[in-house]
């Protein structure tokens, strides 16, 4: 049970610090993952808020936390990565139904994002698969609670302005 809420805790790491990177940093560093790139639908690959400095900050303290926790920190760096694709994936199909960045679809911004790095740990961490069943529905009630909360603090910063 110990291990499933560390590997919880991991994933939403992996996936609240671009977010939190995005607010210390504002607009410094903020390359895009796809430069730019637009396909013959006219529309990014990735998006404009997926940036290279959320990646890295996403990558280096997931595996700092994983070191902290007592995990190899290359448990920290492969959950963060697998976090980071799934949401390059969720990404680039939300592009292809044009969405916007940062637009919202409910559990295709949680799935992919979850349900990889679960599966990846799920043998090291001695896991059962009703345990990364659990880590991936906590993470979508996780998730959709903090971006709720996001963009309600977001809304307030902006009408503050």
């Known amino acids: 049970m110990k291990e499933a ?16 990177a995005r607010i210390v940093f504002s607009h410094r560093a903020n390359l895009a993952i796809d430069f730019g790139i637009r396909l013959k639908d006219r529309h990014y690959l990735f998006g404009e808020t997926k940036t290279w400095r959320g ?10 936390v994983a070191s902290v926790l007592g995990y190899d920190y290359l448990t920290g760096l492969s959950i963060a990565s697998l976090a980071m694709s799934g949401d390059l994936l969720s990404s680039f199909i939300k592009r292809r ?4 960045s ?11 994002e979850s349900l990889l ?15 990364v069943i659990a880590i991936i529905i906590s993470f979508i009630i996780i998730e959709t609670v ?8 977001s809304s307030r910063q902006r009408s503050h302005d």
């Open 5 to 20: 809420l560390e590997i919880l805790l991991l994933i939403v790491i992996a996936n609240a610090t671009p977010v939190i």
């Open 55 to 64: 990646l890295l900050s996403s990558i280096l303290i997931t595996s700092l």
């Open 97 to 100: 139904l044009k969405k916007p």
């Open 102 to 112: 940062s637009s919202r679809v409910f559990l295709l911004d949680q799935l992919p």
């Open 117 to 131: 790095p679960a599966f990846f740990t799920m043998q090291s961490a001695d896991m059962s698969l009703i345990q």
């Open 146 to 153: 903090l971006s709720a909360l996001l963009l309600h603090y």
